[in-house]
Each structure stands twice: as C-alpha cells, then as structure tokens.
C-alpha cells in the first residue's frame, strides 16, 4: 500500500488505465487513511468508493480528489469550517466538485478550513485547528490547510482548496506541496460558499506541476450559473519544459525589500532558486510594483466588506444553526449569529460592515478599489518587460500553533506577497523550493491573465531543477 501512496496522481491514473491497479483499491487505500487522519484535515470522509469509480477512459482515472469544507457537495456536510452552518448537507454540488467527478476524480472527503475561509493558519476553524505534517506543533497555514496538509501527509492523492488572498499559495508553501490559484473567472465558483465574490477563485493542491496542470484542466470554463466566469481560451496545457530559456523573470523589490518581514532562511531559499533559473536560462532583473505593499490595506477593506454583505444570509431562518429561545426576529437573529460566528468571522463583519457604512464608504470602500486598479496597473506594466513576477510565497515557514492569535495583524502580514495577484485578478502558482530548518519554503511565479499553460511549464523546469523531496511528511 505504501507503493500505492507514493505514487503522483498522474501515476496513479496511468496505472489504473493500465489495468495494473483498480481504481476502487486505490480509493480504499486512501480513504482508510484519511479515515485514520491524526492531523484534523478532514472534517468528513466518504465511506465506500463510489459505484462509478473505476470506469475506464475518464481523463482523472479514478483517482479520488479531497475537497475544502466550503465547497457545497450534495448530502454532504458542507461547513466552511463554522458553527453556524453545523450540520449543513447541501441539495446540490459545486460545479467544480462536480466537474472533477465527472472527469473520473470522485469525492474523497471534505477538509478542515479556517471559518468562511478567513486566515492564514487554520486556527480559526470551528473543527479545530489542522497539524502541519511536517511538525505536529505547527500550523499547516491557511485558510485552506486541510487540503494542503491532506495532501503533503499523503492522506489524499490531490485536493482543491480555494484562494481568496492566499489561501492554496500559502498553505501549499508551508506544507511543502504545488498550489495554483487560476486566473480570476477561470473557473466557476457556483457552490462555493462565499468569502468575498470579487476574489474568490479555486484551485489544485498537487504533489508536483504536472498534477496542478492535469487537475486544472478540468475544473475552468465558462458556467451559466456564475455570470462572472468566463470561456477558458484554449485549453490547459500539461508542462513539459525542462529549461527557461528566453524567459524574463522580475522580481519585484518594493515586495521582497525589507517592508514584507522576509525571513533569512526564506530569503536564501528564494536567492538558491533564483540562481537556479539562471542556470535553466531565465534573465533576472529587479522590477517595480510601487503599490503592491498597499495590497494588504486594500485587501482587508475589500475582502471584509463583501463578507459582510455575503454572511448577512446566515441568519437562523435558512441554513444550519438556530438559537431562538423565547424572543423575537431580530433578537433571533443576534443571538443566532452571536453563538455561530467565531471572532475573526465578527471581526470581518463589523470592519466590513463599517467600510460600507454611509459617510465612510468613499474614504474606505471607495479608496482601496482605486489601490486595487493601480496595483493592476502595476502588473500590467510588469508583464510588458517581464514573463513572470517571482517572490516568496510566504515570508515565513510555519510557525506554532497559537503563536499569532492573539495578533491579527501579524497574521495579515502572512499574506503580503499573496494579496497583490489576489487584487489583480491573475494566476499564481506555488512550489516548494526547499526547507529552512527542516520547515518548507514555498516560491511563487505570477503571470498575467489566462496565462496558466506557460506558468505551469516554467514552474515544471524549475521543479525538476530544485528536485525537492516531500515523502518525510508522508509517513
Ligand atoms: N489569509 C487571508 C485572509 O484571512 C486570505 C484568506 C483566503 O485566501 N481565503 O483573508
């Protein structure tokens, strides 16, 4: 069975194609592990592989896929990770989930997340905080950690979480995996319980690129019932490239210079990688991105405010959690919402509530959206003399349970060099480029819009040239 968990989920298929494998055997095999789960990554796990799985000539083979609690799945327990929302099992599933399944990746369960998707470190998860796999005493980041540490731990082949302003980069990162957040509109987030709509987009958890490209493909397109996704041009390329050559890579200094708290064993992963893609042929040059350090101000203004139009539906009448004692509507309501939402949740929603209140909406609301089309901006102007930006995922490796709960605002600063691509709407992918003491460091590539075929192809070169080893966290 050990052979079975080591293989890609590309592998995986092929063997299954192959007739080596079965398709169900695969599926037990991890679904007993994930049953056995000691690091809380799932809050849900199918208990028998479904009755289509197995039928040869889907594109994923039958190789099952581990989904974020926020994603609506049919009968199911769908949470995102809050108590207002107990119990919870949705009449219906989210396009991507159901998407994947038809592309032979059936549901292996559902993973932990931070509540409504809002963190860095999975902390705020009404289930419970997740265990980073490769040191049980810290956090496997956030929000999408469950997925990301499912994955890294070997507990589920690949996974798909979602990313908001960093939350599949991050956690990818600090668990040592490959995650990709596509091309705002690439893929449809009917059924994707909300965060903030302007953001919000899907996407893979994966051992390697070649996974991200395989799993990718099958989640974008154009879906009726979201009116803001969009035809993807083309498809999906797998990666192929062994080398750079010819590529521009900018590294953006108003990012990586001292604001963003890069730590030293960070910084020097990032420079070792960065020597490498000299050496596959890339030119390095320094760039500008003069209001990217403004992301984070405009973000936590924007990402709040639309929470708190989009948890104003989680009111005791319609889903989940009710604490109506003997009183009236609005006490109904206050007491419903008082007892579902934890902290960070309410802390969104009033900091929301107040951007958008009458005679502050311009000052707040009004002026992180003008930040938010400059930084846009900026990235267009990048990419007419680069192919790609490049930075840290993160400025930190993952750092103890409970060292940052009692400081939101260090927490924030996990996303300073993950919000910008968030703001501007464009791909970013991932890849862990090493370990600084014994903890993995993630790099990350961003790439203007629909421009994921060639990010995934220099993310592959470069793979292959850091030649990073993730098995220890696979035990
Ligand atoms: N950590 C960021 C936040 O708390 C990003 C979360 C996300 O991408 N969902 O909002």
Known sequence: MSELIDLTAA????????????????????????????????????????????QSGTPLGGVPVAVKDLFCTEGVPSQSGSKILKGYRPPYTATVVAKL???????????????????????????????????????????????AAAVAAGLAPWAIGTDTGGSIRQPAALCGIVGLKPTYGACSRYGMI?????????????????????????????????STSLEYPGEIELPRAEDLKGLRLGVPEDLTGSEGGIEPGVRESFEATIKLAEGLGASIEPCRLPHAPQALSAYYLIAPAEASANLARFD?????????????????????R????????????????????????????????????????????????????????????????????????AMYLNDFLAVPMSLAGIPAISIPSGLSQGLPVGFQLAGPA??????????HALEGAIGFDGRQARR
């Open 11 to 54: 592998q995986a298929a092929e063997r299954i194609r192959a007739g080596e494998i079965a398709a169900a055997e695969l599926f037990d095999a991890y679904r007993e592990r994930a049953a056995r789960d000691e690091l809380n990554a799932f809050t849900w796990v199918a208990d028998a592989a479904p009755e289509a799985n197995g």
């Open 338 to 409: 008082q007892a579902g939402f934890g902290a960070e949740v309410k802390r969104r929603i009033m900091l929301g509530t107040y951007a958008l209140s009458s005679g502050y909406y311009d000052a707040y609301y009004g002026t992180a959206q003008k930040v938010r089309t400059k930084i846009a901006e900026d990235f267009r102007a990048a990419f007419e003399q680069f192919d790609f930006i490049v930075t840290p995922t993160s400025p930190c490796t993952a750092f103890e349970l409970g060292a940052k709960m009692d400081n939101p605002l």
């Open 101 to 147: 399944a038809e592309a032979g990746a059936p549901l292996l369960g559902k993973t932990n997340q931070d509540e409504f998707a809002m963190g860095s470190s999975n902390e705020n998860s009404a289930f419970g905080p997740v265990l980073n796999p490769w040191d049980r005493r810290r956090v496997p980041g956030g929000s999408s950690g469950g997925s």
């Open 316 to 336: 005791g009448v319609r889903y989940g959690l009710r604490v109506a004692g003997d009183s009236d509507l609005v006490t109904m309501y206050s007491r419903t």
């Open 450 to 459: 629909f421009s994921e075929s060639r990010l995934l192809d220099a993310a």
């Open 194 to 226: 909300a965060f903030a709509s302007s953001l919000d987009q899907a996407g893979p958890f994966t051992r390697d690129v070649h996974d991200a490209a395989l799993l990718v493909r099958h989640m974008v397109g154009r879906d009726p019932r979201d």
